[in-house]
T-cell receptor
Framework: EAAVTQSPRNKVAVTGGKVTLSCNQTNNHNNMYWYRQDTGHGLRLIHYSYGAGSTEKGDIPDGYKASRPSQENFSLILELATPSQTSVYFC???????????FGPGTRLTVL | QQKVQQSPESLTVSEGAMASLNCTFSDGTSNNFRWYRQHSAKGLEVLVSIFSDGEKEEGRFTAHLNRANLHVSLHIREPQPSDSAVYLCAVSMSSGGSNYKLTFGKGTLLTVTP
């Protein structure tokens, strides 16, 4: 049974629109992460969280917000989507005492 | 800022031949190293984790770490066509507390031919 799930799996949005990507984990991990994956860049960290109510900026946070309302859920929010945000987005959860992260299946976002 | 580079960008091997992938990193204080596999349009699957110099084996996958040379490698014994995927190297540092941040390489695309 999948421990990290993401929704939607595919999304087409219009420039200037608001997009919310959702992530749910059943690992009971304190830490959660959002990455984007682009050809030529690998995975890059956008935002992460240490627990409910906490969000921290990663390496490329501009244009993104994050929300962690509970231990299980972590959302990535694009208030004004741009074509440059077209990418595959991965969510992960991890135990703070151990660096391993467990990844969801990814969300493919296309901004037209 | 940590830089992680993988080589080669792509590799084709025959089924049953050894496949060797390389990863170099820039920060010698790094102490957590992982290899992930990513099949097309799928999530990441951790293959092997290594934390000290030497060798770590997980089934057909063996990681070698040499921190003095800033190098970690992955060797796949008897690769099969189902091993065709992108292989990602991830490096992190334990900073105490709960801030583990992984830095990924861009990946090596492995193709295993029958």
């Amino acid at each position: 049974e999948a421990a990290v799930t993401q929704s939607p799996r595919n999304k087409v949005a219009v420039t200037g629109g608001k997009v919310t990507l959702s992530c749910n984990q059943t690992n009971n991990h304190n830490n959660m992460y959002w990455y984007r994956q682009d050809t030529g860049h690998g995975l890059r960290l956008i935002h992460y969280s240490y627990g409910a109510g906490s969000t921290e900026k990663g390496d490329i946070p501009d244009g993104y917000k994050a929300s962690r309302p509970s231990q299980e859920n972590f959302s990535l929010i694009l208030e004004l989507a741009t074509p440059s945000q077209t990418s595959v987005y991965f969510c992960a959860s991890g135990d703070p005492n151990y660096a391993e992260q467990f990844f969801g299946p990814g969300t493919r976002l296309t901004v037209l | 800022q940590q830089k992680v580079q993988q080589s080669p960008e792509s590799l084709t091997v025959s089924e049953g031949a050894m496949a060797s992938l390389n990863c170099t990193f820039s920060d010698g204080t790094s102490n957590n190293f992982r290899w992930y596999r990513q099949h097309s349009a799928k999530g990441l699957e951790v293959l092997v984790s290594i934390f000290s110099d030497g060798e770590k084996e997980e089934g057909r996958f063996t990681a070698h770490l040499n921190r003095a040379n800033l190098h970690v490698s992955l060797h796949i014994r008897e690769p099969q066509p189902s091993d065709s995927a992108v292989y990602l190297c991830a490096v992190s540092m334990s900073s105490g507390g709960s801030n583990y941040k992984l830095t990924f390489g861009k990946g090596t695309l492995l193709t295993v031919t029958p």
